[in-house]
């Protein structure tokens, strides 16, 4: 199936480190989300972003739009435990309705 | 205001059993949406409902279907399991067709099949 390429695969850091992770694809995109997955739950919704360029930030969260708009990139600043899990970029075109287009997720390892 | 819900939670089944998987979106939404995730593929979309009817499909075979109800509660089916049907499946709730992007996932069910 269709997928976005997201990198890293996965990332272990220290706490109070920054955190970078990407996804690009070949196609354009109407709009870009990132989700975070925590064991045994659902997707959880950190971030949607609409328009190519776009910067939008959600705590220690910040996420852009790239203006290509085949990519986007997430960051965390300031690390801590609880951000552990798996971070997921999706894409969104209006055209095919609510299909989400994920990208194959980031894990991440926080050290105390 | 409730979070989506999924039925049951865990399921183990035998290869060529059928299994029906539950959602209840968030009161007041009328959009749902099927998701498999399994290690291999990732997250990868099914179909979707919307006020009774599937608007759109993904590229599964024929064996997986769903259906919606007039209360959009959403159930999929898939018969004739295989092996590899083993997955997280996951469904999210969407207000309306507006509000694509904002989409409410359940904890999601677990099928292992054997």
């Known amino acids: 199936g269709q997928q976005l390429n997201q990198s890293p695969q996965s990332m272990f850091i220290q706490e109070g480190e920054d955190v970078s992770m990407n996804c690009t694809s070949s196609s354009i995109f109407n709009t870009w989300l990132w989700y975070k997955q925590d064991p045994g739950e659902g997707p959880v919704l950190l971030i949607a972003?609409?328009?190519?360029?776009e910067l939008t930030s959600n705590g220690r969260l910040t996420a852009q739009f790239g203006i290509t708009r085949k990519d986007s990139f997430l960051n965390i600043s300031a690390s801590i435990p609880s951000d552990v899990g798996i971070y997921f970029c999706?894409?969104?075109?209006?055209?095919?309705?609510?299909?989400?287009?994920f990208g194959q997720g980031t894990e991440l390892s926080v050290k105390p | 205001k409730a979070g989506v819900t999924q039925t049951p939670r865990y399921l183990i089944k035998t290869r060529g059993q059928q299994v029906t998987l539950s959602c209840s979106p968030i009161?007041?939404?009328?959009?749902v949406s099927w998701y498999q995730q399994t290690p291999g593929q990732g997250l990868q979309f099914l179909f979707e409902?919307?006020?009774?009817?599937?608007?759109n499909k993904g590229n599964f075979p024929g064996r997986f279907s769903g259906r919606q109800f007039s209360n959009s509660r959403s159930e999929m089916n898939v018969s004739t399991l295989e092996l590899g049907d083993s997955a997280l499946y996951l469904c999210a709730s969407i207000q309306d067709r507006a509000s694509y992007n904002e989409q409410f996932f359940g904890p999601g069910t677990r099928l292992t099949v054997l």
């Open positions: 009161s007041g939404h009328r959009s």
């Open positions: 999706a894409g969104l075109n209006y055209n095919q309705g609510g299909k989400l287009i």
């Open positions: 409902y919307f006020s009774e009817t599937q608007r």
């Open positions: 972003l609409y328009k190519a360029g």
